[in-house]
């Protein structure tokens, strides 16, 4: 038995991924998994829903041409829930296009076949380790190796050179984000590279590393963003600290729209606004009103989950929340903050939601 698979919550999943997959990445090592009884608005019958998702076991998608451990499949999965039924949904791909990102139904049922050989009674009966809360407050995150602000780099430096191009003032995104550029570390990924912090109640707990390039990032071995090892993605919003001091949030996917946007908005730092984070979301805006702004190509694969969260959050702030959809072929980034506002201020209001971009 190898370290790995001894820290693992679901010693039988983990071996049965290994043995399918080869080789298995943990992600949110020891956490456990949260759920919660809901009621389903179709059915109007109970159905249990993951609060915090806790441990994965990463690998390499069977259905796409993964080579990044994209397929993450949850500590938790062919458990039976509180109705008694086994947890086999509990797998995706964060590939785009993936069917098991789509939700296909045969590849939930391929990759049971994979995993188990039709023998699923061998998970649902496996022992899991109940595993530790995060709490999000006892987290502290360093910088990963030697580091300078970006607005006191000079003007011609690759990072000033790079923001300059996609119509950003580095100045601003080194004093206002506190972003930085990372010259020496011992981590490659990280070595000439942004680096942008994440903070929570003003104390960093996690950071990412963005190349200052771009490039087929499908064809290269680097990823174009790397997230530090125990960041609590699931539990943050990016720029909160700022945003709440506004009239109006703005939820867009990635911290370079953030940036396009200003510091009204917040980025989930994916492609899914998880409970914890529409939580979050609804304390800092409860008086005020909300817009998710995600790219166009993301919310189409994501409609059902995206109309889950406007119903949710629409209720709880006294101002309205709602989605908004940018022009087909673009996305925050490649729009001008003089484009932006205005769009989503007429958008929203074409919906009932009526916003402000002042301060409180």
């Given at each position: 038995?190898?370290?790995?698979?001894?820290?693992?919550?679901?010693?039988?999943?983990?071996?049965?991924?290994?043995?399918?997959?080869?080789?298995?990445?943990?992600?949110?090592?020891?956490?456990?998994?949260?759920?919660?009884?809901?009621?389903?608005?179709?059915?109007?019958?109970p159905r249990p829903v993951v609060v915090h998702p806790g441990e994965y076991y990463a690998v390499c998608c069977p259905f796409c041409n993964d080579t990044r451990f994209r397929c993450y499949i949850n500590h938790c999965y062919g458990q039976d829930d509180e109705l008694g039924r086994a947890q086999t949904h509990l797998a995706t791909c964060f590939n785009a296009g993936c069917q098991l990102s789509l939700r296909a139904p045969y590849a939930y049922q391929e990759l049971e076949r994979l995993l188990t050989g039709h023998r699923l009674?061998?998970?649902?009966?496996?022992?899991?380790?109940?595993?530790?809360?995060?709490?999000?407050?006892?987290?502290?995150?360093?910088?990963?190796?030697?580091?300078?602000?970006?607005?006191?780099?000079?003007?011609?430096?690759?990072?000033?050179?790079?923001?300059?191009?996609?119509?950003?003032?580095?100045?601003?995104?080194?004093?206002?984000?506190?972003?930085?550029?990372?010259?020496?570390?011992?981590?490659?990924?990280?070595?000439?590279?942004?680096?942008?912090?994440?903070?929570?109640?003003?104390?960093?707990?996690?950071?990412?590393?963005?190349?200052?390039?771009?490039?087929?990032?499908?064809?290269?071995?680097?990823?174009?963003?790397?997230?530090?090892?125990?960041?609590?993605?699931?539990?943050?919003?990016?720029?909160?600290?700022?945003?709440?001091?506004?009239?109006?949030?703005?939820?867009?996917?990635?911290?370079?729209?953030?940036?396009?946007?200003?510091?009204?908005?917040?980025?989930?730092?994916?492609?899914?606004?998880?409970?914890?984070?529409?939580?979050?979301?609804?304390?800092?805006?409860?008086?005020?009103?909300?817009?998710?702004?995600?790219?166009?190509?993301?919310?189409?694969?994501?409609?059902?989950?995206?109309?889950?969260?406007?119903?949710?959050?629409?209720?709880?702030?006294?101002?309205?929340?709602?989605?908004?959809?940018?022009?087909?072929?673009?996305?925050?980034?490649?729009?001008?903050?003089?484009?932006?506002?205005?769009?989503?201020?007429?958008?929203?209001?074409?919906?009932?939601?009526?916003?402000?971009?002042?301060?409180?």
């Amino acid at each position: 038995m190898d370290n790995d698979e001894k820290r693992a919550l679901n010693r039988t999943l983990f071996r049965r991924c290994k043995a399918t997959f080869r080789h298995v990445r943990i992600k949110n090592a020891g956490e456990k998994q949260s759920r919660r009884m809901s009621i389903d608005l179709v059915t109007g019958k109970p159905r249990p829903v993951v609060v915090h998702p806790g441990e994965y076991y990463a690998v390499c998608c069977p259905f796409c041409n993964d080579t990044r451990f994209r397929c993450y499949i949850n500590h938790c999965y062919g458990q039976d829930d509180e109705l008694g039924r086994a947890q086999t949904h509990l797998a995706t791909c964060f590939n785009a296009g993936c069917q098991l990102s789509l939700r296909a139904p045969y590849a939930y049922q391929e990759l049971e076949r994979l995993l188990t050989g039709h023998r699923l009674v061998e998970l649902r009966q496996a022992n899991v380790s109940q595993g530790r809360d995060v709490d999000v407050d006892a987290i502290r995150m360093n910088w990963p190796g030697k580091v300078t602000r970006i607005d006191r780099l000079p003007p011609t430096h690759e990072a000033n050179v790079y923001l300059i191009g996609r119509g950003f003032d580095p100045e601003q995104i080194g004093r206002f984000y506190n972003v930085h550029w990372c010259y020496e570390s011992p981590r490659h990924v990280c070595q000439d590279r942004l680096i942008i912090p994440i903070y929570h109640n003003k104390k960093m707990v996690g950071w990412q590393a963005r190349a200052a390039y771009d490039t087929d990032w499908k064809l290269s071995h680097l990823p174009k963003y790397y997230t530090a090892p125990g960041t609590p993605r699931r539990h943050i919003l990016y720029n909160f600290g700022n945003a709440k001091h506004y009239q109006v949030g703005i939820v867009v996917e990635g911290v370079t729209d953030v940036w396009k946007i200003g510091p009204q908005a917040v980025c989930t730092l994916g492609a899914t606004m998880t409970t914890q984070q529409q939580s979050l979301f609804r304390r800092g805006f409860r008086d005020y009103a909300g817009v998710l702004l995600y790219d166009p190509d993301v919310r189409e694969k994501t409609a059902e989950k995206t109309a889950e969260i406007e119903t949710s959050l629409h209720e709880a702030l006294n101002s309205g929340f709602c989605s908004v959809q940018l022009p087909d072929g673009t996305d925050p980034g490649s729009l001008s903050r003089d484009f932006l506002r205005p769009y989503i201020t007429q958008q929203a209001a074409a919906k009932g939601v009526h916003i402000s971009w002042k301060r409180r």
